[in-house]
């Protein structure tokens, strides 16, 4: 059964950084991209970010780039999220976020972890 | 990019009855030489990550109710819940994954009882 399971969240003042995990069990995490979806509160869904299951290629939304940094290690079967300059409007439940299809970069996912909340507040 | 329109952004029915979401894409999300579309929809309940529902636009996912339906081409998808249960309270999200290798989100749909 997949299990993804995200640490990291908390508050934090604008400017600083902040770096997220997500730990994966219950498939073979090498063989999946991964993405990171992010939910304002009271608000929809944001695609923030993917790296590849090889962790060669790594894509973001325009509000990221330059600021956020997605990794992983397949040694750990752990994702990251490092998280600079935070801005207010970054404040948002974080989630870590499995791709359906084994080797695909493309953002079909499946399976979701519970999230953790990142709020950006002096 | 790709913009999702979501409507009506939520609807009340009443137990038993059939709810009907629109989800419109600002260019078609089909891929013709293969002809699938990259449309998925995801339900998501109050304090819950969203769980995927339909993916390819009408596919089924394994374990999801058959009272759930999803169906369109191009640019136009609905998800229809055929006769509505208490536990599809919940707000409903359709998503396209054709602009690779990011995706983007409808705005949601809030379903309630009458």
């Known amino acids: 059964q997949v299990h993804l399971v995200e640490s990291g969240g908390g508050v934090v003042q604008p400017g600083r950084s902040l770096r997220l995990s997500c730990d994966a069990s219950?498939?073979?995490?090498?063989?999946?991209?991964m993405h990171w979806v992010r939910q304002a509160p009271g608000k929809g869904l944001e695609w923030v970010a993917v790296?590849?299951?090889?962790?060669?290629?790594?894509y973001y939304v325009d509000s990221v780039k330059g600021r956020f940094t997605i990794s992983r290690d397949n040694s750990r079967n752990t994702l990251y999220l490092q998280m600079n300059s935070l801005r207010a409007d970054d404040t948002a439940i974080y989630y870590c976020?499995?791709?359906?299809?084994?080797?695909?970069?493309?953002?079909?996912?499946?399976?979701w972890g519970q999230g953790t909340l990142v709020t950006v507040s002096s | 990019d790709i913009v999702m329109t979501q409507s009506p952004d939520s609807l009340a029915v009443s137990l038993g009855e059939r709810a009907t979401i629109n989800c419109k894409s600002s260019?078609?999300?089909?891929?013709?030489?293969?002809?699938?579309?990259?449309l998925a929809w995801f339900q998501q309940k109050p304090g819950q990550p969203p769980k995927l529902l339909i993916y390819?636009?009408?596919t089924r996912e394994s374990g999801v109710p058959d009272r759930f339906s999803g169906s369109g081409s191009g640019t136009d998808f609905t998800l229809t819940i055929s006769s509505l249960q208490a536990e599809d309270v919940a707000v409903y999200y359709c998503?396209?994954?054709?602009?690779?290798?990011?995706?983007?989100f409808g705005g949601g749909t809030k379903v309630e009882i009458k």
């Open positions: 390819w636009a009408s």
């Open positions: 976020v499995k791709v359906l299809l084994e080797w695909e970069l493309r953002g079909l996912v499946d399976r």
């Open positions: 998503q396209q994954y054709y602009s690779t290798p990011s995706a983007t």
């Open positions: 219950g498939f073979t995490f090498s063989t999946y991209a």
């Open positions: 260019q078609s999300v089909l891929y013709s030489s293969i002809n699938k579309n990259y």
């Open positions: 790296i590849s299951y090889d962790g060669t290629n790594q």
